[in-house]
Structure formats: C-alpha cells, structure tokens
Nanobody
Framework: QVQLVEAGGGLVQAGDSLRLSCAAG???????VGWFRQAPGKEREFLGY???????YYADSVKGRFTISRNDDNNTVYLQMNSLKPEDTAVYYC????????????????WGPGTQVTVSS
C-alpha cells in the first residue's frame, strides 16, 4: 500500500508559478508517479509522469511549462508549473504505479486526495 498526499495548491494569478508536491508514506523509488488534473465538468486529464529511473514524459498541453521531478530521499515527487493560465484551474492529483509508467489513469494503483489549483485572469 502506498499513501500519497498532494500539497502546494492555491490561488494564483495568470503567469505565476506554483510547485506541487506529492509525498508518499513509504519509499517509492521503484514506483512511477503520474500527475493528473480534473476541472469541473471535465474528465480527468493526464499531465505527465516520472518513472522509477527519473525519465519523464509530458502531455502536449503542458510540455514546456510543467516539469516533474522526484527526490527519493524524502519520498516526494514534484510538479513545477510555470506560466499558469486560467485553464489550468483544476484539482491536481498524483498517482503511483509499480515500475512501469502509464498515461492512463486506470492503470495507476494509488492516488492522493488531490489539491486545488485556481488561476485567476
């Protein structure tokens, strides 16, 4: 079992930056971690992942603006978000899956409760 908790969300203005964290309750160095978001009335959207070897992959919608990193010493994965836009407003989730990363939310086994990000224009 892997417990995940996101933190760092809040209200920011367009153009600002925000860094979200995803803290695990145990070592996750063998796990891939994905980031997703869900806006009201919309389906959950894949943003990117970092696999166990720290290679990353991003959705086209956030490529160049969002960066995922991990620190296995403190069991935490980060999502750095730059140049935020109002359309980035959503609840942001991290999810973990053993070894193999995926872009599909249904393939992740463990999820955090989410953190709200609101970007004002």
């Amino acid at each position: 079992q892997v417990q995940l908790v996101e933190a760092g969300g809040g209200l920011v203005q367009a153009g600002d930056s925000l860094r979200l964290s995803c803290a695990a309750g145990r070592a996750i160095n063998s796990y891939a971690v994905g980031w997703f978001r869900q806006a009201p009335g919309k389906e959950r959207e894949f943003l990117g992942y970092i696999n166990w070897s720290s290679s990353t992959y991003y959705a086209d919608s956030v490529k160049g603006r969002f960066t995922i990193s991990r620190n296995d010493d403190n069991n935490t994965v980060y999502l750095q978000m730059n140049s935020l836009k109002p359309e980035d407003t959503a609840v942001y989730y991290c999810a973990a899956r053993y070894r193999i990363a995926s872009t599909r939310d249904r393939e992740y086994d463990y999820w955090g409760p989410g953190t709200q990000v609101t970007v004002s224009s």
